[in-house]
């Protein structure tokens, strides 16, 4: 039995820590709190547009999600998503357009969630997140799967209901592994995707099937993808993950093989790395740092002991 010592565990998962936000379901359904939500002076909104939003900095130098009153909210029949409340009662939507407002002032700029999930306090980023994953199923969800009637919202954001045939449609959320595997020697598998730039290597990862546990996800995407096989799996952490719809579960693997053959569909090149051959192979560029904001590099830092470097652009 591993024991996983994460000796970098003051570094929160970014899009993981608690929001602080009440997402408080029951109002959704309740026309006239929502109205009285939206108007209430207190109550804050922002755009959301394209998975965008405006972020600025403030004068002690944090990075905060521009929200607004209602009042100055741009004038839209856009979709309007309640997001919940505060523990000081104040209310949050987001709005959903084809193009962010104009900036508010100089400093204020659109930014997405790889960028901004990085910058922002976990009750923006939550705020965001949410959002982000609202607008991403309703622009992929307009039309009823049974029916194929165009569908409407419903439930401030969160259901999307089919006028033709009654059925109701919830958002939706795929779920998908993503493993640091380690062998006997306590070296890291790390593959490079066919569609990856030469020396980005990452966490090999998949979607769960139908009918599969996560833990036999976890075995059959690296069988799959690299050969290896996987003995104990020991779940870490979640991430949402809203390109366009996924939920990541993160698990530590133990390989019980080492031969890797990659299936060259998704996997074009993978490698076991000791701490040492990994530190060497950032200094040398030869293996590019991972995605600040990304579960894989919580993922390989667990194990790595320390802080990696990171990056934050694509
Ligand atoms: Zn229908």
New binding site residues.
């Given amino acids: 039995m591993t024991t996983w010592t994460d000796h970098t565990a003051d570094r929160p998962i970014s899009l993981t820590a608690p929001s602080g936000i009440d997402r408080a379901a029951h109002h959704r359904f309740d026309e006239a709190w929502l109205a009285a939500a939206w108007s209430h002076p207190s109550t804050r909104c922002f755009v959301v547009s394209g998975g965008q939003v405006l972020i600025d900095e403030t004068p002690d130098g944090r990075t905060v999600l521009v929200t607004t009153p209602t009042f100055e909210a741009p004038p839209t029949e856009a979709h309007r998503y309640f997001l919940g409340t505060d523990k000081d009662g104040v209310s949050y939507f987001a709005l959903q357009k084809d193009s962010l407002p104009g900036r508010m002032d100089q400093s204020a700029r659109p930014a997405g969630l790889r960028e901004a999930g990085l910058l922002l306090s976990p009750r923006d980023a939550g705020l965001m997140v949410h959002a982000v994953a609202l607008e991403n199923w309703q622009r992929l969800h307009r039309f009823?799967s049974?029916?194929?009637?165009r569908?409407v919202i419903a439930a401030a954001g969160h259901i999307r209901r089919?006028p033709?045939?009654?059925?109701e449609h919830y958002p939706r959320t795929d779920p998908a592994v993503i493993m640091a595997v380690t062998d006997e020697e306590d070296r890291i598998l790390l593959g490079r995707q066919v569609h990856w730039p030469e020396g980005r290597f990452s966490t090999l990862a998949g979607f769960v099937e139908p009918g599969e546990s996560v833990e036999q996800a976890v075995r059959r995407e690296v069988h799959e993808e690299v050969g290896v096989t996987i003995g104990q799996v020991e779940y870490v952490a979640s991430q949402p993950w809203p390109f366009p719809s996924s939920l990541m579960l993160g698990f530590m693997a133990r390989a019980t093989s080492t031969g890797i053959t990659v299936d060259g569909d998704e996997i074009h090149e993978a490698r076991w790395f000791s701490r040492e051959e990994l530190r060497a192979a950032f200094d040398s560029g030869e293996v590019l740092p991972p995605y600040g904001i990304s579960i894989a590099a919580r993922l390989i830092e667990i194990w790595y002991g320390k802080p990696l470097p990171t990056r934050t652009t694509v």
């Fill in positions: 009823c049974r029916c194929g009637k569908t089919c033709a045939c009654g059925a």
